[in-house]
């Protein structure tokens, strides 16, 4: 594809004198003919002549590029043109829409043939998802600049735009930095553990439970059981991505609304870090109508990216949960004690009843915590600032049902052995690595 160059269109206006002065003159109009028709050459021979300037130049993109939600990434691109050099060439990319780029173009030079040269675009992504990169345009004058010579180039990438963590990080960092048995601070050890470690001789003091009766009668002398700290245990992240997960909430120090799924995601996420830094397997379970994931607990930084890549894509369904289903796909897949944490929703009365019918045959073998997200404005009636219109005192009153319903809730589930927690938005990272840390000091695994 070829466009006429500003040097082109200069040209152009100075053939309106010639025309003119041809109008007065029967011999100036002959001159202005030849002249005419050897600019008309001339362009017509500088655009034939440059169609094969870009013959051999060679693009080539990264098969995969990994960037981060609102964060400035790069795609580096690589250039090599094997016949000739270029004082001037530009380039651009067709990018999403929901990836800003920081420049339209990108202007640079070949100054040596048979040489690679690299191009690192700056891009800015606004959703997380999996985006296509199909093509590179190119851009050079011609021979003699009248013209602009465009081509477009095919290459390949895979633009993966994952969640940001780095806002999240900040708000429970302090929570499990590698600086200690847990973390940022020292944990004082609430149970004695429950793994099986030896037998030793007996010590005042031992209490009658750790006394093992069978091979202190053999001995003829007491002999106690020593457990240690188990600390390969399983963590599983329960995530729903039904119905109610497609509602908008804030991210927290920006003005940007997502879907509580996302902010789930990022939620996981953060705890997959926090089990790794305590040598903790994690593991995931994703559903909607229907259980559509399930990843083995492991550890190690494959094993994140697994469970990222799994994620990021991640969409919210349009049918309500199946809770059964569910429980009979974990009871069928989990067969160790494990903690599962879900991060569900159920402030909708029917998914909660169908919720607690479900939730007790997990109960009775897994540690199970669920959490969501606090409704907007449920919070006890005289809790807060004054109701000051007629419509402050009804939304009020309605805070107050939605939030009696659900401290309701939580009492059914507690005498069925599941905690319940209501997390702020603001704080969801911070308050599942809580959670987690708090059941680790306690082995209640």
């Not at 996981?268 to 399930?294: C, H, R, T, W, Y």
Request: contains cysteine; proline residues 4%.
């Amino acid at each position: 594809m070829i466009v006429p160059s500003n040097r082109l269109l200069l040209v152009s206006a100075l053939l309106i004198p010639v025309a003119l002065t041809a109008a007065f003159s029967p011999t100036a109009f002959q001159i202005g003919l030849i002249g005419l028709a050897v600019v008309l050459l001339i362009v017509v021979f500088d655009a034939l002549g440059s169609t094969r300037l870009l013959a051999g130049l060679q693009i080539t993109s990264p098969e995969i590029v990994r960037l981060s939600k609102r964060l400035i990434g790069k795609i580096e691109l690589k250039v090599n043109s094997p016949k000739r050099a270029f004082k001037t060439i530009r380039f651009g990319l067709p990018l999403p829409p929901s990836i800003k780029a920081g420049q339209d173009d990108f202007l640079m030079q070949l100054p040596k043939k048979e040489q690679w040269y690299q191009l690192a675009w700056s891009v800015e992504p606004q959703e997380c998802g999996k985006f296509l990169l199909q093509q590179c345009c190119v851009e050079i004058p011609s021979v003699l600049g009248l013209w602009q010579m465009r081509r477009n180039f095919t290459v390949s990438s895979e633009l993966r735009v994952y969640p940001n963590l780095r806002r999240e990080r900040k708000s429970a960092a302090a929570l499990f930095l590698n600086r200690g048995d847990y973390g940022g601070h020292l944990w004082r050890q609430v149970s004695k553990g429950r793994e099986f470690e030896k037998l030793r001789e007996y010590i005042p003091g031992d209490t009658y439970q750790d006394i093992h009766w069978k091979t202190t009668a053999k001995r003829q002398h007491p002999v106690t059981k020593v457990y240690q700290i188990e600390k390969t245990q399983e963590i599983y992240v329960v995530l729903d991505s039904s119905r109610l997960s497609s509602r908008k909430v804030g991210v927290p120090g920006t003005d940007e609304k997502v879907t509580m799924l996302e902010r789930y995601i990022s939620s996981a996420l953060m705890l997959a870090v926090a089990a790794e830094s305590q040598g903790d397997l994690f593991g995931l379970i994703e559903f909607g109508a229907k259980p559509n994931l399930f990843l083995k607990a492991a550890r190690g930084k494959t094993h994140f990216d697994t469970c990222r890549n799994a994620l990021y894509t991640l969409l919210p369904e349009e049918g309500s949960p199946d809770f059964e289903e569910l429980v009979s796909f974990i009871r069928t897949r989990l067969r160790k004690r494990a903690l599962l944490v879900f991060l569900t929703s159920l402030d909708d009365a029917a998914e909660a009843e169908r919720f607690t019918q479900s939730i007790s045959l997990l109960s009775r073998h897994h540690l199970t915590v669920v959490n969501m997200l606090s409704p907007d404005g449920a919070a006890p009636l005289f809790e807060g600032e004054f109701a000051h219109t007629m419509n402050d005192l009804y939304a009020r009153l309605g805070g107050h049902i939605a939030w009696r319903k659900l401290h309701e809730l939580d009492l059914h589930l507690r005498t069925l052995g599941v905690q319940f927690n209501l997390l702020d938005n603001e704080h969801l990272s911070a308050g599942l690595v809580s959670q987690y840390m708090k059941i680790k000091q306690r082995q209640l695994i």
